[in-house]
């Protein structure tokens, strides 16, 4: 977690180009350190809909009780508020939201369609620059993954969301979705590039990274949501108009 007291530059440069926070999110001590990458998601989410950045305030040191000790100005110009989680089986199990089904498995069609604007229609990337997802270089030499079966995850995501077939590409460590025409596949990958996520196309199949090295709540979930959100923009934007063939 960052120490507190100190702020990013990068985060000062988004700062002074679009803006002042007028959102922030607190990460205090006690907070599971593997979770924070969903805070970050969550801030990216609230970013896309004001329009302006988020704050995102970490520190390893300071429980929750003695920041809101702090805050300056009278005890009434504060309304704070503790919003409890769902009581649903299915609840969201973290702040992106990662929504799990009855069975303990993730709810992907539940789960993409509260992600921001395609960022070719002008909304924030789901992956910054700096934290792009990459195809894996030399695939046959890096591990598994042995918590889950990472291939079938994203698999299962991608048909559950979209109702594409898709298999192992014959290039280690990209998955072939089945596309229903050349145009689609180019366009899909096109888009899905602009998300900062690596994508290609061959004839009517859209190649995107997959590697069992792969973790669920970030490279897995990128790629399914990123391959969701670009067939559905296709399928009511594109296709709908008549521009598919």
């Excluded at 508020?81 to 009855?102: C, D, G, I, L, Q």
């Excluded at 991608?158 to 366009?187: D, F, N, Q, R």
Aim: with cysteine; proline share 7%.
């Amino acid at each position: 977690m960052q120490e507190e007291g100190s702020v990013p530059t990068a985060e000062n440069d988004v700062v002074s180009a679009a803006g002042r926070p007028t959102l922030a999110v607190l990460v205090h001590e006690g907070f599971p350190a593997d979770l924070v990458v969903d805070v970050e998601e969550l801030c990216r989410s609230f970013s896309g809909f004001t329009g302006a950045p988020v704050a995102l305030a970490a520190s390893g040191s300071r429980t929750l009780e003695s920041t809101l000790d702090r805050l300056s100005g009278d005890a009434g110009g504060w309304d704070i508020r503790f919003v409890a989680p769902p009581t649903s089986k299915a609840a969201s199990m973290s702040s992106a939201p990662f929504v799990y089904r009855e069975d303990g498995r993730p709810d992907w069609g539940a789960m993409w369609q509260g992600f921001c604007e395609l960022a070719l229609y002008g909304g924030p990337p789901h992956r910054g620059e700096a934290d792009a997802l990459h195809a894996v270089e030399n695939p046959l030499e890096v591990p598994a993954n042995p918590e889950f079966d990472a291939i079938a995850e994203i698999r299962r995501g991608i048909y559950e969301t979209t109702g594409l077939y898709s298999e192992p590409a014959a290039e280690p460590g990209w998955l072939a979705v089945t596309c229903h025409s050349k145009k689609m596949a180019a366009w899909m990958a096109a888009s899905i590039i602009l998300e900062n996520v690596d994508a290609k196309c061959d004839e009517e199949r859209l190649l995107v990274p997959a590697h069992p090295s792969f973790r669920l709540k970030n490279e897995v979930k990128s790629v399914i949501t990123v391959v969701a959100k670009c067939n559905h923009y296709w399928q009511a934007h594109i296709a709908a108009g008549g521009a598919a063939e």
